[in-house]
C-alpha cells in the first residue's frame, strides 16, 4: 500500500504562480487527494480572483460526492517531483470547484512501505566508495525501501551519490542480541542540514537476499511497537 511523505518546497509566490498557469496552459491533469477514499482526477481550469482574493477553479470529477473529503492537490510536472498544496474546496457547482491560490507548496514521495520509528540507540554505520573513514549516524526511521539517518558525516554526500556497504543496527541500546542488516548498496535521495548534523535520506538497492534479511529485520521491529 502506498503512502504519502511530504517535504516543504521551497517556493515564492512568482513560482508557484508559474506553476499553476504552467498547469493551466498545458491542460495537465491533477490529483485531488482525499481522506478515506480513493483520489480523483481533475484539471486546474483558471485563476479567478474575487473581491481582490484569487482562487483556482478545477473541474469537477463526476465520481465526487463529498468535496469535503478533499484534502490536497498534487501535480506532476517534467523535471519537478511530485508536488502538491492543501486544497479545501470553498464553492462548488455541478462542474466546478473552487479553492484558495496556494501560498506554499510541498514535495511528495510515494512509498510503498510504511515507515517505522527506529528504538531508541539504532544506530547505522557505512562507507561511501573509495572512501576509508566509517560514518556513523543515528536511524531515525526504516522501511522496505530506504531509511532516515541523522548524524556528522564523515564525507560530503549529495543527492544521487551511492554509498555503502552500510549496516543497520536495529536492536535498542545496550540491547543483549543485536538486530543488524547490511546492505551492499543504497542511493542517497536527500540530504538536508539539521543545525551542526545532516539528515539523510536513503534508497535501498536491494538484492533478492538483502530484501528477505531486511524484513525479518522490519518484523522484529513491528514486534517492539
Known amino acids: 500500500m502506498e503512502t504519502l511523505s511530504r517535504q516543504i518546497w521551497p517556493a515564492d509566490a512568482k513560482e508557484i504562480s508559474d506553476l499553476i498557469h504552467a498547469l493551466i496552459d498545458g491542460q495537465f491533469l491533477v490529483t485531488l487527494h482525499r481522506q478515506g477514499a480513493h483520489s480523483l482526477r481533475s484539471r486546474i481550469l483558471a485563476i479567478h ?6 482562487y483556482l477553479l478545477l ?40 479553492t484558495m491560490l496556494p501560498t506554499t507548496l510541498f514535495s511528495v514521495e510515494l512509498r510503498h512501505d510504511p515507515r517505522l520509528s527506529a528504538l531508541p540507540g539504532a544506530m547505522a554505520t557505512f562507507f561511501v566508495p573509495g572512501r576509508s573513514q566509517v560514518n556513523v549516524c543515528q536511524l531515525q526511521n526504516i522501511s522496505g525501501g530506504g531509511v532516515k539517518l541523522l548524524g556528522r558525516l564523515a564525507h560530503s554526500l549529495g543527492k544521487n ?14 540491547a543483549a542480541f543485536r538486530r543488524e542488516v547490511t546492505i551492499n548498496a543504497a542511493e542517497v535521495i536527500r540530504v538536508v ?15 533478492e537476499s538483502e530484501e528477505q534479511q531486511l524484513q525479518e529485520q522490519l518484523a522484529f521491529l513491528r514486534q517492539r511497537k
Open 59 to 98: 473541474s469537477r470529477p463526476t465520481e465526487l460526492d463529498n468535496v469535503y473529503q478533499i484534502s490536497d492537490l498534487l501535480f506532476k510536472l517534467s523535471g519537478l517531483p511530485i508536488l502538491g498544496f492543501s486544497c479545501p474546496v470553498t464553492r462548488d457547482s455541478e462542474l466546478i470547484l473552487a
Open 161 to 174: 551519490d551511492m554509498i555503502g556497504p552500510c549496516t543497520l543496527s536495529l536492536s535498542r541500546k545496550g
Open 193 to 207: 542540514q539539521q543545525g551542526k548534523d545532516q539528515g539523510l535520506g536513503l534508497k535501498f538497492a536491494l538484492t
Open 49 to 54: 480572483t474575487h473581491r481582490h482574493v484569487p
